[in-house]
């Protein structure tokens, strides 16, 4: 059973065995939140180039000493053993790893996400069934469009003068509760009121 957890993964070093599409798209989402990713496979798929100078590439066979500086590891190659034999080295020596093929060797999954601004809303089935997390992915991302991005970063600035302002909690909870169920028209007209 996996437990969910916000993770601040900003400068944290992060090695990615495998250069297909799905080191790719992981490298793609842990670059998103600033860690520090090295990727080492002897071939990389062309979608590769546009990422290469974020990225450090070492372009050999996996090794153990690849991977003994790294706090996060996913083994992603196309070799169940050697995924398997990454997974097993990680949990024994207290590393995070996701073996994309084998869950329960993975001490850790990356559920499909959906990012607006600060507002982060996660999606897993546990490993069970990544297509039907993909489908409420793409109806969170339906739901809750690019606009959110605002609304949340208002919703937070509104938020702190409210605590400024108001001593009396159960006041700031019922003023902070209605917030949610305002437009962000009704939001940014608050909000000049609050900035004056």
């Excluded at 090695?15 to 790719?24: D, H, L, P, Q, S």
Aim: glycine residues 6%; hydrophobic residues 35%.
């Amino acid at each position: 059973m996996f437990y969910p957890i916000n993770f601040k993964i900003e400068d944290v070093k992060v090695t990615i065995i495998g250069g297909g599409k799905v080191a790719y798209r992981k490298c793609k989402n842990f670059l998103d939140f600033g860690a520090l990713v090295k990727i080492i496979s002897t071939d990389f798929i062309d979608e590769f180039n546009d990422i290469n100078e974020k990225v450090e590439f070492i372009k050999n066979s996996y090794k153990e000493i690849y991977i003994k500086d790294s706090y996060i590891v996913v083994a992603a190659t196309n070799n169940k053993k050697i995924n398997e034999e990454i997974g097993i080295y990680c949990r024994n020596n207290g590393k995070l790893v996701n073996v994309v093929d084998n869950i329960d060797i993975s001490n850790f999954t990356v559920p499909s996400y959906v990012k607006r601004g600060d507002l982060l809303i996660s999606v897993s089935t546990g490993g069970k069934s990544p297509s039907l997390s993909s489908k409420i992915k793409k109806e969170l991302e339906d739901k809750y469009d690019d606009s959110y991005e605002e609304y949340i970063e208002l919703l937070g600035n509104i938020r702190n003068e409210i605590i400024k302002k108001y001593e009396n909690i159960s006041e700031r909870k019922k003023l902070l509760n209605g917030l949610v169920n305002l437009s962000l028209e009704e939001l940014k007209e608050i909000s000049l009121n609050y900035f004056k």
